[in-house]
């Protein structure tokens, strides 16, 4: 049997998850033929056959996870071999059957007996998850039975997979390295026109805040605790979506007019929403914009996830009472919170790119 592999899918991706296989055992492909889609952190990819013949096994079944370098498909004849893709892997039943083992859970600051780890063990439960009632917060026996049952009556958990797991180790790698701050203020737009896109304004603010001070415009490397101040503005955009949070990228805002970005950003966030935008439009960003005010919330806390340095985020634009020309007056206002690392951006920084922000975002255009 001829054995082809999950290959390489580039961007650093170790894993992938079955969409739909498009042959059966059995079946006879041609060379270049669609043989598999499958779903990384990034999109939706077609694998191509890398052979012309009859399919004599599949490794795994749809929602399966596989690795790079393992067993997907068995071709008949000829001997064992790697395999890799021939032709073109396109954006546009799983592979292995062992899931890839779970993460020790961090035990530091638990109190347990080792008789209590043991049991938490065999129950299958996270001691993370399990609320003591001993003697200065040990975890007794009966806190583990009690929530072995709490978790047997709930059922099996859902595992994340796809962007919501990818979502998920970043949001922990960030939590881990980086060391956030977050500078909260108010514009008033009541000099706005009726009928104003609120993220073009938003995005054309960003820029002028960016030119105003460049250091938020950054990436920032941990190891040799170094900044690279960017000169092209390429913004994420954080896009909600069924799957999971995503955030495709507008490159070089700083030079685009507003009715390119009038026609560009909504094909971005509906390919985004699709899953069909391209990979290399997922990554590289040099700066982040939340607008998340249309669901709800005024001010945040939005994660800042490395190399950059800082993310907008835009909340509910509202009616306010506010001081004018010495007089109370209702205007329309829009929260803003800038989060940033601290260990490559100062208070003096941010809140000279808040203050650009805001008098880009008072004045009519």
Not at 273 to 291: C, G, M, W, Y
Not at 335 to 353: C, I, K, N
Request: aromatic share 4%.
């Amino acid at each position: 049997m001829k054995i082809f592999k999950l290959p390489d899918l580039g961007e650093g991706l170790q894993e992938a998850e079955i969409v739909r296989w498009h042959v059966t055992v059995g079946d006879t492909i041609a060379q270049d033929a669609p043989l598999v889609s499958v779903e990384t952190a990034k999109a939706i990819v077609d694998i191509p056959s890398p052979y012309a013949g009859k399919i004599q096994r599949l490794f795994g079944g749809e929602h399966d996870v596989a690795h790079v370098g393992q067993p997907l498909v068995g071709f008949e004849g000829g001997d064992d071999d790697a395999g890799s893709v021939v032709g073109k892997v396109e954006v546009g039943k799983g592979i292995v059957a062992d899931a890839p083992p779970a993460a020790t859970p961090l035990a530091h600051g638990i109190k347990a007996t080792p008789s209590v780890r043991a049991l938490a063990r065999r129950l299958n439960v996270d001691l993370a998850m399990v609320t003591p009632t001993g003697a200065e917060g040990l975890i007794t026996t009966n806190d583990v039975q009690r929530a072995a049952r709490i978790l047997a009556e709930l059922g099996p958990q859902e595992l994340l997979r796809g962007v919501r797991k990818v979502m998920a180790q970043s949001m922990t790698l960030a939590h881990a390295e980086v060391a956030s701050a977050t500078l909260m203020d108010d514009a008033d737009i009541h000099a706005w026109h009726l009928g104003e896109n609120v993220m073009l304004r938003l995005i054309r603010a960003l820029v002028a805040a960016c030119r105003a001070e460049p250091s938020l415009n950054a990436w920032y490397d941990s190891q040799a605790v170094g900044r690279r101040l960017m000169p092209n503005i390429d913004v994420g955009i954080a896009v909600d979506t069924p799957d999971g949070l995503l955030v495709p990228v507008l490159r070089h805002v700083e030079k685009r007019c507003a009715d390119d970005l009038k026609t560009a950003l909504p094909q971005l966030i509906r390919a985004t929403r699709e899953r069909k935008v391209p990979p290399e439009d997922l990554r590289a960003n040099t700066i982040t914009l939340s607008n998340f005010g249309p669901i709800a919330g005024r001010y945040a806390s939005p994660i800042v996830l490395p190399p950059t340095v800082a993310i907008v985020g835009a909340g509910r634009i509202r009616d306010e009472v506010v001081a004018f020309n010495g007089e109370p007056a209702v205007h329309r206002v829009v929260p803003l919170s800038v989060t940033f690392d601290h260990r490559a951006v100062t208070g003096g920084e941010v809140g000279r790119f808040m203050a650009a922000m805001i008098k880009d975002l008072e004045h009519a255009v």
